[in-house]
């Protein structure tokens, strides 16, 4: 299957600091997604990007879709408590199937 | 939200026994997909239906069986449960379109012993 690489597989950071995290393939993808998962739960959808370059935000969280197609980065801002979770990518190639990264933990510290 | 339940919510089976999984929706989605998720290897889909009796095979389709009667309920069957397939299932929806996002259940919990 297709490999989505996800960095970093973990972050602990301070509250109030920012954080990045990216996922590259080798493949090119339509469509790239973000969710975050909390313990217990289904992901549950953050951002959705469609085009090449597109940039969106989301409150605190902003996404863009690379240039190339092979990747997508993820950054929120201004950190709190309630970040905490799993942050998985997820990538779509024509025919309707979606791969997903294996996310990567965020810790929040107060 | 796409109105999607998963039931059972938890499940203890043993091994060598028939185990089957309901996905419902209330969203007329077109798309409906099966993954299970697993340490150190994120969501992976086993199949996926894209419309009443159509349905196909993911990354993961050994040992599992899928079936969509009606558009808003998908099944997965576990014929024969092995302990290789202890994990959680997710289940997720997507509209017809070819630019939207898709939406998860809450999510299975199975235990095969």
């Known amino acids: 299957g297709q490999q989505l690489n996800q960095s970093p597989q973990s972050m602990f950071i301070q509250e109030g600091e920012d954080v990045s995290m990216n996922c590259t393939s080798s493949?090119?993808?339509?469509?790239w997604l973000w969710y975050k998962q909390d313990p217990g739960e289904g992901p549950v959808l953050l951002i959705a990007?469609?085009?090449?370059?597109e940039l969106t935000s989301n409150g605190r969280l902003t996404a863009q879709f690379g240039i190339t197609r092979k990747d997508s980065f993820l950054n929120i801002s201004a950190s709190i408590p309630s970040d905490v979770g799993i942050y998985f990518c997820?990538?779509?190639?024509?025919?309707?199937?979606?791969?997903f990264g294996t996310g990567t933990s965020l810790t929040v510290i107060p | 939200d796409a109105g999607i339940t998963q039931s059972p919510r938890h499940k203890v089976t043993e091994t060598g026994t028939p185990v089957t999984l309901r996905c419902h929706q209330t969203?007329?989605?077109?798309?409906m997909y099966w993954y299970r998720q697993d340490p150190g290897h994120g969501l992976r889909l086993i199949h996926y239906?894209?419309?009443?009796?159509?349905?196909d095979k993911g990354e993961v389709s050994d040992g599992y069986s899928v079936s969509r009667s009606k558009t808003e309920d998908f099944l997965l069957t576990l014929e024969s449960a092995t302990s290789s397939q202890t994990s959680v299932y997710f289940c997720?929806?997507?509209?017809?379109?070819?630019?939207?996002?898709?939406?998860f259940g809450p999510g299975t919990r199975l235990t095969v012993l």
């Open positions: 997720a929806t997507r509209t017809s379109s070819s630019s939207e996002a898709q939406y």
């Open positions: 493949s090119i993808f339509n469509t």
């Open positions: 990007l469609y085009k090449a370059g």
């Open positions: 997820a990538g779509q190639i024509p025919g309707n199937q979606f791969y």
């Open positions: 969203e007329n989605h077109r798309y």
């Open positions: 239906s894209y419309g009443v009796k159509d349905t």
